[in-house]
């Protein structure tokens, strides 16, 4: 599994203050510590996990971070859930790449978070690119913002084919329309 780059950092760190640096210790896995301070081994990682999640003060809610806003009870699933989506969201990887990232299948992924990746294609199809207004030069350092229609106007102008009087109107009635 790739992490991201400074997951490699807190994961070293981690190492450094934990009790199990041996090469073949779980991350998690570790002590967890009893009401008494009597340190026990973790047996259910996803149960350690929900407790930890309940122990957070999180406005003042008597369960914590363990349900979340719709009331469903968090797992470490969640986080893998939480994971996907946020990737997706962002538009900065492949449906095809997460899926490798996470070990399952390309199908899986489109399945499960269809929602994300139909949001997203529909912002992409009806987004609307602004026409930029090109900056065109009239001679002597001065600019004057417009488009293909002054552009063309002032092309004119300076071969002679416009009037000075005849492209002051263009522009000004281009000007209007703004």
């Not at 997460?98 to 399945?111: H, R, W």
């Not at 609307?128 to 106007?153: H, L, P, S």
Request: net charge positive; hydrophobic share 35%.
């Amino acid at each position: 599994m790739q992490t991201q780059p400074s997951a490699n950092n807190a994961l070293k760190e981690w190492r450094k203050v934990s009790p199990h640096t041996a090469a073949n210790d779980w991350v998690w896995f570790g002590q967890q510590h009893d009401a008494g301070g009597k340190a026990t081994q973790i047996g259910d990682l996803n149960k350690s996990f929900q407790q930890y999640l309940k122990a957070i003060d999180f406005e003042a809610r008597q369960d914590g971070l363990l349900y979340d806003r719709d009331g469903d009870r968090r797992s470490l699933y969640s986080l893998r859930h939480t994971y996907a989506t946020l990737r997706l969201e962002k538009g900065d990887v492949s449906v095809y790449d997460l899926s490798i990232n996470m070990g399952c299948k390309v199908k899986q992924i489109e399945t499960h978070y269809s929602h994300v990746v139909s949001k997203q294609r529909r912002q992409q199809i009806t987004r609307t690119n602004k026409k930029q207004k090109r900056a065109i030069d009239v001679g002597q350092g001065a600019v004057m913002q417009g488009d293909a229609f002054i552009a063309e106007a002032l092309r004119r102008l300076n071969a002679g084919e416009l009037s000075d009087e005849a492209f002051l109107a263009i522009a000004k009635s281009n000007k209007a329309k703004e």
